[in-house]
């Protein structure tokens, strides 16, 4: 389970938006539909997800049902703010969705889409992990109007899965690769490095299986220790050694090299595309400061510079919308400074980079000293004013951020 929730206001029991907040009908919506269940917990996983001895009362057979009582209370806040926006992405994450019946997200969907909408030619994405994708899976997805499936590989050497808690083989990431491209869905694969004990020599064995699959799209994540995980513990005790940040530095070095070999461009700083066109939309709306609905227990929404959050568990969620109320826990509104730091965070990590006359004035003199200091591409700034990130300046992406905010 992750950590505490954010200090934030009240929300309020009936989830209305405050009445002086304006939603500007041109700006993009999104929803995102958590799904909190795993069969094991990974040791490194923070995400606010549940295994069956952690539910308390909570019911998995009943969660389509809680869930779509929550989208059915946004359209009717939503509806109180003026037309209602199609959707143009939708994203379902975990946990593992797909622990659920595959028939089961398909009506979570098609409740978001009765009530909303959905643009033609939305990306609609469903994360699963290797074990649970089948051809039935795959086709029921489909049918239901999913279109991408994200794949969670993080390697292909076992003791690096073991050493991650990865459950599945190595074997089953090529099966549901091939399922789905059968099925006729795009396809990403997720990668984390610089597990314990993950050699260089085991990156590029990962880097290499994952280009065979073909996919459309891979991410790759470095291995970040987060607080209260199994992982942190073990790097407590010494019993397994602290993520190596040199060894981490050429683990991304290398999947940039070889991923730009086979084809794929990096758009944001952790993902790469094989065309334009086959990157993340969903993800991007949250790097573009779009508006998106976080359905579930402890996700996250935006809308017109308004933040909130759920409440983490499964059951207090589903007690909440039984009773007619909002499951939201908190909520803020940020003030200028909290607005700018989070705009350079997310507009760096871009490819196509930030607008320099975003940056406050008294800041974009910085932007010489970080061309100099090879971390921001000179030729972006000078012919399209905008701030765009070198090889070196992704890999020291935060004091990029720090140069432009402190």
Known sequence: ?????????????????????????????????????????????DFNTYTATELHGAR??????????????????????????????VFFGGGTPTLLPAGELGRM??????????????????????DTVTDEVVRTLVDAGVNRLSIGMQSAVPHVLAALDRTHRPENVRTA???????????????????????????????????????????????IIEDGTKLARQIRRG????????????????????LAAAGFDWYEVSNWASSPEQASRHNLAYWRGSDWWGFGPGAHSHVAGLR????KHPAAYAQRLSTGDSPAAGREQPDEEARTLERVLLQTRVAEGMPIADIAESHR??????????????????????????????LLADAVVRALTD
């Open 1 to 45: 389970m992750a950590g505490a929730l954010p200090l934030g206001d009240p929300a309020p029991a009936d989830g209305r938006l405050p009445s002086e907040l304006g939603v500007d009908p041109a700006v993009p919506f999104s929803a995102y539909l958590h799904v909190p269940f795993c069969r094991v917990r990974c040791g490194y996983c």
């Open 60 to 89: 998995q057979d009943q969660y389509a049902d809680t869930l779509i009582r929550e989208i059915e209370l946004a359209r009717e806040v939503l509806a109180a703010k003026g037309p209602l926006r199609p959707l143009d992405t």
């Open 109 to 130: 969907l098609h409740a978001a889409v009765a009530a909303f909408g959905i643009r033609d030619g939305a990306e609609v994405t469903v994360e699963a992990n290797p």
């Open 177 to 223: 690769v091939h399922a789905a491209r059968d099925a006729g869905l795009d396809v990403s694969v997720d990668l984390i490095y610089g597990a314990p004990g993950e050699s260089l020599a085991d990156w590029a064995q990962s880097l290499d299986a994952a280009l065979e699959l073909e996919p459309d799209h891979i991410s790759a994540y470095a291995l």
């Open 239 to 258: 019993e397994v050694p602290a993520p190596d940040d040199d060894l981490q530095a050429e683990m991304y070095e290398l999947a940039d090299e070889r």
């Open 308 to 311: 909130w959050w759920n409440v």
């Open 365 to 394: 003199p910085r932007v010489a000293e970080l061309i100099s200091d090879g971390l921001v591409d000179p030729a972006s700034a000078l012919r399209d004013k905008r701030v765009r990130l070198t090889l070196r300046g992704r």
